[in-house]
């Protein structure tokens, strides 16, 4: 997969998480499903889900910024 791919499906899917998290999306949603039982169990996925949700977006940040020194840098007529 390509950083930028990654990098997407970290973002959607931190904000969605966090939608879930901060607002009563997921409780009503799961209520109005009839498994309202589930809702004391979200603060146990939904924070860890965020949290690699945004893990995901961070390492795809970090692949898809230039490296210095590198020799496509060097190529363009950069000298040290």
Same mark, same amino acid.
């Given at each position: 997969? +390509?950083?930028?791919? =990654? *990098?997407?499906?970290? #973002?959607?899917?931190?904000? =969605?998480?966090?939608? &879930? &998290?901060? @607002?009563?999306?997921?409780?009503?949603?799961? @209520?109005?499903?009839?498994? %309202? !039982? !589930? $809702? +004391?169990?979200?603060?146990?996925? =939904?924070?860890?889900?965020?949290?690699? *949700? =945004?893990?995901?977006? $961070?390492? #795809?940040?970090?692949?898809?910024?230039?490296?210095? %020194? @590198?020799?496509?840098?060097?190529?363009?007529?950069? @000298?040290?």
């Amino acid at each position: 997969m +390509s950083p930028r791919h =990654l *990098f997407r499906i970290g #973002a959607i899917g931190a904000v =969605l998480s966090a939608l &879930c &998290c901060f @607002t009563p999306l997921a409780v009503i949603s799961l @209520t109005a499903l009839g498994m %309202g !039982a !589930a $809702v +004391s169990y979200l603060d146990r996925v =939904l924070w860890p889900l965020m949290a690699a *949700f =945004l893990v995901v977006m $961070v390492l #795809a940040w970090l692949r898809m910024r230039p490296v210095h %020194g @590198t020799r496509e840098s060097n190529a363009q007529g950069e @000298t040290r």
